[in-house]
């Protein structure tokens, strides 16, 4: 059975940062396309980044581009994503999810499991 944990969610302040992770289990992630998605209150959901197994390239959101990081520890069978000069509007909840259709667009188009969110709150 395919599962996802994320985790390292919290509240911080404008201009700070989060590393968020997400465990697999039950499947080698390796083997996988992974992404991160968020969403907000009232909004619907959006790709933050995302890594292809197909070209072996992480692909970001225009709105995260040179704050936000996506790495992944296959030993570990996990992916991280490392979120710099944090802003308000990156409120959200954070999900990872397995299997997307990840290209430079970033969709919103998974084809495997999602994990329940971490919440990310960039409060003053």
């Known amino acids: 059975q395919v599962q996802l944990v994320e985790s390292g969610g919290g509240l911080v302040q404008p201009g700070g940062s989060l590393r968020l992770s997400c465990v697999g289990s039950g499947f080698s992630m390796d083997l996988y396309s992974m992404g991160w998605f968020r969403q907000a209150p009232g909004k619907e959901r959006e790709g933050v980044s995302c890594?292809?197994?197909?070209?072996?390239?992480?692909y970001y959101a225009d709105s995260v581009k040179g704050r936000f990081t996506m790495s992944r520890d296959n030993e570990k069978n996990a992916v991280y994503l490392q979120m710099n000069n944090l802003k308000t509007e990156d409120t959200a909840v954070y999900f990872c999810?397995?299997?997307?259709?990840?290209?430079?667009?970033?969709?919103?188009?998974?084809?495997?499991?999602w994990g329940q969110g971490t919440q990310v709150t960039v409060s003053s």
């Open positions: 999810a397995t299997d997307p259709l990840c290209d430079p667009s970033v969709r919103v188009l998974v084809f495997g499991s």
């Open positions: 890594f292809s197994t197909s070209d072996m390239t992480t």
